[in-house]
DNA sequence: TTTACACACCGTCAAATTAG
DNA sequence: CTAATTTGACGGTGTGTAAA
C-alpha cells in the first residue's frame, strides 16, 4: 500500500490556475452518483439460462456485484491514472519554476558583483 | 523469423473504507 | 451492524522492440 490514500478525486478547477497546469482539488470521496446499470447481457440463446437469470434474486445480486467490481476496477484505474498523470504535469511546472528561479538567482548576483567588485 | 523482455491493460480477489 | 465501494496485489494476455 504504497500508493496514494484511497481518498482522492480530482475536480478539475479553473484552468491555468498554477501555471499551464490542469489544477485540482483533492477531495474526499463523496457519493457518487450511481446510475443504475440496466445493461442486462440477454443471450437468446437458452431461455433456461434465461429464467435462471431473471428469476433467482441470489443470482441476479450476483451477477450485479460483479458487473459493479469490474466496471469499480475500471474506474480506479482510470482515477490513479489521472492522477499520476496529474503528479507529472506539477513536476514538469515546478522543475520549469527552479530553472526560472536559479537563473534570476544568478542574474541578480552578477549584478551584485559587478556594484561591489 | 523466432525468442526474450518490457510494458500496458484487464479481470479477479481480498482487505480496507464508506454509506445507510 | 451489513452492504456497497474503493483500491492494492496478482496473474493472464496482447503488443512493440531488440537481439539471436
Known amino acids: 500500500m504504497l500508493m496514494t490514500p484511497n481518498i482522492f478525486v480530482f475536480v478539475p478547477l479553473s484552468p491555468a490556475s498554477a501555471g499551464d497546469m490542469q489544477a485540482y ?9 450511481s446510475l443504475p446499470q440496466t445493461v442486462v447481457m440477454t443471450s437468446p440463446v437458452s431461455i433456461a439460462s434465461q429464467t435462471t437469470k431473471t428469476d433467482d434474486p441470489q443470482m441476479k445480486r450476483e451477477i450485479r456485484l460483479a458487473k459493479q467490481q469490474v466496471k469499480a476496477a475500471r474506474e480506479c484505474r482510470r482515477k490513479k491514472k489521472e492522477y499520476v498523470k496529474c503528479l507529472e504535469n506539477r513536476v514538469a511546472v515546478l522543475e520549469n519554476q527552479n530553472k ?3 537563473g534570476q538567482l544568478k542574474t ?10
Not at 482539488?25 to 452518483?33: E, N, Y
Not at 541578480?108 to 567588485?117: A, E, F, I, R
Request: hydrophobic share 25%.
Open 25 to 33: 482539488q483533492i477531495r474526499s470521496s463523496t457519493t457518487t452518483s
Open 108 to 117: 541578480l548576483k552578477d549584478l551584485y558583483c559587478v556594484k561591489t567588485g
Open 100 to 102: 526560472t528561479l536559479i
